[in-house]
């Protein structure tokens, strides 16, 4: 079982890098303006080339199972979330039109990039992190697809091509090499550059959800309301990592698997709600309030569900 100080000691500097990024915004030394030019740089080239590097030449993901089981539990924990999302929402009293679909929307997707990125670095090492690559394929294909239509009533079949970017490319040649024998082939000149290039995508990625925090706490909005705040946390951090972790219990999942489900069961709400509600007509607000909520809390909880996860599925 991983040890609880070990843990803190992985998770403190995750918060504090994101809490760099927020005093960079606070004293305007990242300025809007260069948000859309950071963006693009950190999702067309540093996280491809991450993505590339880190599920290149592993021989966990040269396997079957874990060439098909991550997708398929990520699509299948996203939709669960949705789906107990939905029912939270309508008994805390939200509405359609109101918060209702957003409410939903933002539970059912948990920080799946850049907060666990660095724990699975530390904890379970280069396999473990090139499957979460591979779960993450289906959790973006549930929110393009589902979460989408369910957000702002538009087909699914519209959301779908947004899935197809840079790092699903990176992910699909890199496997695709495995498969054929050529991931051995690659200069190693190249694999310098990948390899420098996705170095800095963990730190802006997580400077970067700094600034979007800092930018909602200066909103004219209140940043707590109970109903969302508090639904949150439990839903979030309560209810959903109790059932993911029963069906990382009694689902046959190669062991990889079993570690990326341990630490995605113990994450926050992601960001990326705050954004897809803003471009398909929710309720930004209350994403959030639920980013802000589950993210403080679970600087405390993490540790323990990464060690409750482990012993529960009797890793290490």
Known sequence: MTD???L????APVFLVIACGSGMRAAKWI???ADASLMNLLLKLCYPCLVFKSVLGVEAVKSFDNIVGP???????VLSGFGIGLLAAKALGYKKGAGLRTFCFSIGICNYGYIPLPLIQGIYGS???AVLFVHNTGVEFAIWTIGVALLSGASAKEGLKKSVNPCSLALVLALGMNATGFDGYVPEIVMSVFSTLAAVSIPLGLVMIGTGIWDNLETKEPLWKFRSSIGSVVIRL???PMILLMAAKWIPLSQELKEVVVIQAAMPAGVMP???A???GGQPIVAVRIVIATTVVSLFLIPFWISFGESWLGLR
């Open 127 to 129: 396999d473990t992190l």
């Open 71 to 77: 997708p398929i539990f990520g699509c299948l924990a």
């Open 274 to 276: 705050i954004l897809i």
């Open 31 to 33: 300025r809007p303006e």
């Open 278 to 280: 803003k471009h398909y």
């Open 4 to 6: 609880y100080l070990k």
């Open 238 to 240: 309560g209810v959903l």
């Open 8 to 11: 803190l000691s992985l998770i």
